[in-house]
């Protein structure tokens, strides 16, 4: 059973910063694609950034320059850089295991 455990959300100011972090328990990430989803409120959730096996990474275009995905294989987690942090960044986060495993979420909230 993998399990996925989110933290590090929280409240901050435009243009601010956040490092979200999932750690994971049960599978090894560096043999998976992991990936970091949102969703705000009245929304569908969507894709943020995924790392692939080979250290390949993809964003969507809303977070290009602003994001970025990595992985820590000796701590089995997975992090998402966020800089020059947006309103429209507010969502609930999610880290995403190919297997079909989700975590809980972490809540970031940028706001004046």
């Known amino acids: 059973q993998v399990q996925l455990v989110e933290s590090g959300g929280g409240l901050v100011q435009p243009g601010g910063s956040l490092r979200l972090s999932c750690a994971a328990s049960?599978?090894?990430?560096?043999?998976?694609?992991m990936a970091w989803y949102r969703q705000a409120p009245g929304k569908q959730r969507e894709l943020v950034a995924r790392?692939?096996?080979?250290?390949?990474?993809n964003y969507a275009d809303s977070v290009k320059g602003r994001f970025t995905i990595s992985r820590d294989n000796a701590k089995n987690t997975v992090y998402l850089q966020m800089n020059s942090l947006k309103s429209e960044d507010t969502a609930l986060y999610s880290c995403?295991?190919?297997?079909?495993?989700w975590g809980q979420g972490t809540q970031v909230t940028v706001s004046s």
């Open positions: 049960g599978s090894s990430i560096n043999i998976y694609l």
């Open positions: 995403y295991h190919v297997m079909n495993y």
């Open positions: 790392i692939w096996p080979s250290g390949s990474t």
